[in-house]
C-alpha cells in the first residue's frame, strides 16, 4: 500500500528551528549544539535550514530530561541514544525472524500432514499375545 505523500507523520519534518525550540524548552543554539554533536539529527531543506519532526522534539526532550534531571553529560546521552536505536534495531530483526521462523514452521508443518496423507492405508498393525508385535499386509479380495 503505497503512503500518501501528504499525510503528516512523526517523522515529518515540519518544524523550523525556532519553533522546535521553543515546542522543546530549549535555546535554538542549544538546538544546533546537539545538531553538531550528533544528539538529534534534523532534516534539512535545499537551502540547508533545519527541519524538525515530531519525534525530533520528543528527542530534545528526552536529552534535556537526561541532562538536567539525571546528570548524564552529552557523550552519555550520545551513547545511550545509539543504544536505544541499537536495541530497537535488534527488536525489528527478532520480529522479522520471528516471522520467517513461523513461516517455516507452518510450512514443515503442511509438508509433514501431506507425508502423513500419504501413508499406505493397506498396512495394518498387528499384535499377539504370544508374540510382541507384527505387520500384517491387508489385502482384500476382489468381490469384498
Known amino acids: 500500500m503505497r503512503r500518501n505523500p501528504y499525510e503528516l507523520t512523526d517523522e515529518s519534518p515540519v518544524y523550523v528551528i525556532s519553533v522546535a525550540a521553543q515546542l522543546s524548552g530549549l535555546h535554538p543554539q542549544t538546538l544546533r549544539q546537539y545538531d553538531r ?9 535545499a537551502g ?17 530530561q ?6 548524564i553529560n552529552l557523550a552519555g546521552i550520545k551513547r545511550i541514544i545509539e543504544l536505544e536505536n541499537q536495541v ?5 530483526r527478532v520480529s ?9 514452521a507452518a510450512t514443515l ?3 509433514e500432514a501431506q ?3 500419504s501413508y ?4 495394518v498393525p498387528y499384535t499377539d499375545v504370544q508374540q510382541a508385535s507384527a505387520l500384517v499386509v491387508w489385502r482384500p479380495k476382489r468381490g469384498e
Open 96 to 104: 522479522e525472524l520471528s516471522a520467517a521462523v513461523e513461516g517455516a
Open 120 to 123: 499406505r492405508r493397506d498396512l
Open 66 to 71: 537526561l541532562s538536567q534531571d539525571e546528570g
Open 88 to 92: 530497537a534495531a535488534l527488536q525489528a
Open 109 to 111: 508443518r503442511q509438508r
Open 48 to 64: 540547508r535550514g533545519r527541519r524538525y519532526s515530531a519525534r525530533d522534539i520528543e528527542l530534545l526532550r528526552q536529552v534535556q
Open 37 to 45: 554533536l550528533g544528539l538529534v539529527s534534523p532534516d534539512r531543506t
Open 115 to 117: 507425508v502423513h496423507a
